[in-house]
């Protein structure tokens, strides 16, 4: 089985950017497609990004499409969260996620979740 750990998350203006990364232990990386996932207070967590097992394919949620870019360097057991043009509606606890599948579709279907990484965008 493979563990994940997030990290990168911080407070940020409105704008601004920043890079979350979650490093895998246990297993290979490359074994598995990897998404973010994001949950603000009171809301349900809901789908941010995800990439396929050797990184040529990816897909994003609307909301975040154009600003986000989702990565991975298997070498190094990492996939990583681009964030560029922050808004306040992008505060919230972010996820990354395991699945043995691509297009992973339903959340079920992510096998492993990491702790979680705290964002929160300042206006």
């Known amino acids: 089985q493979v563990q994940l750990v997030e990290s990168g998350g911080g407070l940020v203006q409105a704008g601004g950017s920043l890079t979350l990364s979650c490093a895998a232990s246990?297993?290979?990386?490359?074994?598995?497609?990897m998404g973010w996932f994001r949950q603000a207070p009171g809301k349900e967590r809901e789908f941010v990004a995800v990439v396929s097992r050797m990184g040529s394919r990816s897909n994003y949620a609307d909301s975040v499409k154009g600003r986000f870019t989702i990565s991975r360097d298997n070498a190094k057991n990492t996939v990583y969260l681009r964030m560029d043009s922050l808004k306040p509606e992008d505060t919230a606890d972010y996820y990354c996620?395991?699945?043995?599948?691509?297009?992973?579709?339903?959340?079920?279907?992510?096998?492993?979740w990491g702790q979680g990484t705290q964002v929160t965008v300042s206006s």
């Open positions: 246990g297993r290979t990386l490359s074994n598995y497609a």
């Open positions: 996620a395991a699945s043995r599948y691509y297009p992973p579709g339903h959340v079920s279907n992510y096998d492993v």
